[in-house]
Each structure stands twice: as C-alpha cells, then as structure tokens.
C-alpha cells in the first residue's frame, strides 16, 4: 500500500488516499486513533460509479463513522472509476438497460454476466486490502463491510472471517447462485431496503434476506427510491456497527 495523498478534515479526521497494486482507494482514520489505541475497521464499499462521483456520499459516511471511533476504507471497485473497463460487462449493463427500458424482464444470463465476474474479482481485492489496512499501526480490529454491491458483501461474509458485521444494502439484482451463499452466512447483518427502488426487484431482496443464515439479522425497510435512504436508517446501521465492532 501506498499513500499518495494526505489531508485533515475540518473535524480532525485524517483522509489518506493510496493504491494498492493497481487499485485506487482511500482510508479516513478518526483523530482519536494511534498506535496505542487502534481504530475499529469499516470496509465502505462504493456503489460501481467510480470513487470520484461516489466522493460526498463517502466520505459523508466516513465522518460519521470517525465520530464514533471507527476507521472507514474504500477501493475503487473493478472496471469502475479510471481501472481498466471490461467489455463483457460493460455489455451486460448495455443489455440490462435495454431490458429495463422496454420493459422486460431482465434474465438471470444477464444478471448472471453483470455481477459474478464483479464479485469474483472483487472479493479478493478486498481481501488483499484488508491484509495492507490491518498491517498499519492504528488500525486494528474488529471489522465491519458496509454498503455497496449485496452480492460482494454476501460472499465476503462468507469467505473473510475478519469481518465480524455488515450492513448490506438490498439495492441490486442478485445472482440466483448468489442465495446458496446466502444460507452460508452467519455473522450478524443489517439489511437495508429502499421499498420503491425503481431499480431493484423487491421480492428477490426480501427473499435474499430471508436466506441469510445468520441468527442475528435485521431487514430496515423504507419507503421512497433508491436514493431516497433516509437519515434515521443510517443512524441505525451506525448504532449498528457500535453494537458489533466496539
């Protein structure tokens, strides 16, 4: 890992940006965080726009994050941003629009093609740079996955057994292959569901939840549309998080 950049917020909090290999992406550490009292992690997953559109919705949450004592990351995911673009995906996204322009219904191969190359190589880009966040002196765990792709969360909650918590965002098509790994998750999950999300099929949101085999699992619903996420649900997935990583 490497820092490229280093600024000081207005509230004290430290935001680093750095590449890992040929990943961008940037860490926010609270004030309060040193050596001798590391700072709980957060891995903030960023919608596939690119972390420079991303920017304020981020960085809004890792501020709120910081004030309760917790380290927020984030990395540009696969294809997005200024990484390399993938044809096959980018030829899904072209399909999916002109399945959902025409009214259609968008197949699983479509579905399919969009998101489990994403999650595929996603997965193990995260894994790698919690390996390089965890090797800094401030930060320690435990850690938490907060937002972005459903389906990148479900399989990290599978598969990296760093990660104590999640709160996942219910705001994407899933993978039927997907809710087979959904009964293999058990950390504790707090799932949030935009009820008139125009983008996303409710009833496989609500049947993903339903998968999940954790004991301790939390469905937030909320009226309004895909960006409509009131303040009180993010208040709760906070409260959330404090339950769970301090």
């Not at 950049?5 to 040929?22: A, K, M, P």
């Not at 957060?42 to 726009?49: E, G, K, T």
């Not at 339903?210 to 409509?228: C, I, P, R």
């Amino acid at each position: 890992m490497h820092f490229t950049s280093e600024q000081r917020l207005d509230d004290g909090v430290l935001e680093r940006e750095f590449i890992l290999g040929e990943i961008p992406g940037i860490l926010w550490t609270p004030a309060s965080a040193s050596t001798s009292a590391p700072a709980p992690l957060i891995l903030l997953s960023p919608p596939p726009l690119g972390l420079r559109k991303a920017y304020p919705r981020l960085v809004a949450r890792a501020r709120r994050s910081a004030a309760d004592g917790f380290a927020t990351a984030t990395i540009e995911l696969p294809g997005s941003g200024d990484r390399p673009r993938w044809p096959a995906a980018e030829q899904a996204l072209a399909d999916l629009r002109r399945a959902m322009e025409a009214g259609e219904p968008v197949s699983d191969e479509i579905i399919d093609a969009l998101i489990l190359p994403l999650v595929d190589k996603a997965v193990p880009e995260w894994q790698a740079a919690l390996d390089a966040l965890l090797s800094l002196p401030e930060i320690g765990g435990p850690v938490g996955y907060s937002r972005g792709v459903i389906s990148i969360g479900t399989r990290l909650a599978v598969v990296e057994p760093r990660i104590s918590a999640a709160v996942l965002f219910a705001g994407s098509f899933v993978p039927r292959s997907m809710f087979e790994e959904a009964r293999q998750v058990t950390i504790p999950l707090h799932v949030l569901l935009q009820w008139d999300d125009e983008g996303n099929d409710r009833q496989a949101a609500l049947d993903l939840f339903d998968a999940f085999g954790s004991k301790e699992k939390t469905l937030h619903a909320n009226m309004g549309g895909h960006t409509g996420v009131p303040q009180l649900a993010a208040d709760a997935a906070a409260q959330f998080f404090t339950r769970h990583l301090k």
